[in-house]
């Protein structure tokens, strides 16, 4: 199964809104698209580091992220969901990863 | 065959290593998705709201099927170009033209090197089958027409509204409804045709009103230097 891993720099004072825009619009999109939420982490707040906050989805396959893909181009929500994000972070990395044998399911 | 365009504007506040990592990564598409052929990157010199084309084909929809599933898709491409990537690079362009292309029956576009200008049509959708095969028969004629033009080809935008898979219409029917492509030699060529007397070049210079049982309600253009450097 892949993973796509998204690391995102984000100032401290805009983790909160950073977190409630992934919970309340990219959470429910990108689940109805069709990805499975695996996990939302972020590094401390309080160790004077801009913030990473690292998301990652989950899909069986190439052909079904195709399918995801299509569902969240055609669907407003993600434009939404997109253009707020960006908003409230410094950058970041977007990478696909795929799990090795001797890993833990 | 399918021909395709992927028409971008560049975020304004994108760095230059940004830029290039989204130019190598469509020049090195074909290498890493065989069905990807035919693809040339250019830099618009026109007008047009738009800074990168990447120009590629497949051989046919199941072709382009296996392209837009390929691990380099979702690993390269999508990471320069989903509005939801912290990488992505490129904004929505004002031009309706992200992604346009046609069917055609071979590589009846090929041109190594020299300018490809871009000209989009929006055919009136209520015109007569007729006007719109007249108009077309005269577009893929128009080398003969005007010296300056070594290359004419005109399609119907059918990836427009079929992107996912190169059949099925799954968005609102595009913006531009026809994609015509001249190629020329040079600048100077393309300067020479655009001020020149063929009638194709005047119908150009007036908005195509009226030309053709006024068939062509709008029309945009843009042109680059095929495989050229960023400006």
Redesign the interface.
């Known amino acids: 199964m ?1 993973y ?1 891993v ?3 720099e984000v100032e401290a004072h805009l983790v909160a809104p950073y977190l409630d825009a992934v919970e309340q619009l ?1 959470v429910p999109l990108m689940t109805d698209a069709g990805a499975f939420f695996v996990s939302c982490a972020t590094t401390s707040a309080d160790i004077g580091e801009i913030v990473d906050v690292q998301i990652v989805w989950a899909f069986d396959d ?2 079904q ?2 399918v995801i ?2 569902n ?1 181009v ?1 669907g407003p929500r ?2 939404e ?3 707020r ?2 908003a409230l ?1 410094n ?6 990863y795929y799990r090795v044998g001797f890993s833990p399911p | 065959m399918i021909r395709r365009f992927e028409i971008y504007r560049i975020r304004p506040d994108a760095e230059p290593d940004e830029v290039d990592a989204l130019e190598t990564a469509c020049r090195r598409a074909g290498q890493f998705i065989p069905e990807v052929m035919y693809s040339r990157v250019g830099w618009n010199r026109s007008d047009a709201p738009a800074q990168v084309v990447w120009e590629h084909a497949f051989t046919s929809p199941e072709a382009y099927q296996r392209y837009m599933a390929h691990p380099f898709h979702a690993n390269v491409l999508d990471r320069y170009l989903l509005n939801d990537s912290p990488q992505r690079v490129v904004v929505d362009n004002d031009l309706g033209a992200g992604l346009v292309g046609y069917h055609c029956t071979g590589p009846v576009f090929e041109l190594a090197s020299g300018i490809r200008r871009i000209v989009l049509l929006r055919v009136d959708r209520r015109a007569s089958p007729a006007d719109v095969r007249g108009l077309t028969d005269r577009l893929d004629h128009g080398a003969a027409e005007a010296d300056e033009l070594i290359l004419s080809v005109v399609g119907a935008n059918t990836l427009g509204s079929a992107w996912f898979d190169a059949v099925t219409q799954i968005a609102d029917p595009p913006r531009w409804t026809h994609l015509w492509e001249q190629g020329f030699s040079g600048i100077d060529e393309l300067d020479a045709y655009l001020a020149g007397p063929s009638a194709l070049a005047a119908a150009e210079r007036q908005g195509f009103d009226g030309w053709m049982n006024g068939v062509i309600r709008r029309a945009a253009s843009l042109y680059y230097e095929i495989d050229g450097t960023r400006p």
């Open positions: 892949p796509v998204d690391t995102i990219g190439h052909a992220w195709n893909r299509k969240m055609l993600w434009y969901y997109s253009d994000v960006a972070r950058g970041g990395t977007r990478r696909v």
